[in-house]
């Protein structure tokens, strides 16, 4: 599955990015989808899940109440909309496929597929 995301950008702190990741594989409906992020310098980090129907979404402390990840299958695409943006969301932000069961994909392990990753910058 090819990923692809969009939608960074520079954004002063307090505003709002929605992220995109498409694809033009059918295949991709049967996959849960997470965003994960990379600030400068450290390791990436989760950030949120969705499963294949877009009923049940899981996400981490540090974003919770500010960024919502949806999916459209009809339109084969995943979102994340983040709002009330901080310096520290900076980060270069990727969408991945997992083919784990939900006790992995909610919790950022079991991701096969990538994306080539879309950067977040969020200026004080």
């Known amino acids: 599955v090819q990923l692809q995301a969009s939608g960074g950008g520079l954004v002063q702190t307090g505003g709002s990015l929605r992220l995109s990741c498409t694809t033009s594989?059918?295949?991709?409906?049967?996959?849960?989808m997470g965003w994960f992020r990379q600030p400068p310098g450290k390791e990436r980090e989760f950030v949120a899940a969705i499963d294949r129907t877009g009923r049940y979404t899981y996400d981490t402390d540090s974003i919770r109440g500010r960024f919502t990840i949806s999916r459209d299958n009809s339109k084969n695409t995943v979102y994340l909309q983040m709002n009330d943006l901080k310096p520290e969301d900076s980060a270069l932000y990727y969408c991945?496929?997992?083919?784990?069961?939900?006790?992995?994909?909610?919790?950022?392990?079991?991701?096969?597929?990538w994306g080539q990753g879309t950067l977040v910058t969020v200026s004080s």
């Open positions: 594989e059918l295949s991709y409906r049967r996959y849960p």
């Open positions: 991945a496929a997992s083919t784990g069961p939900l006790s992995s994909y909610s919790r950022g392990q079991g991701y096969v597929y």
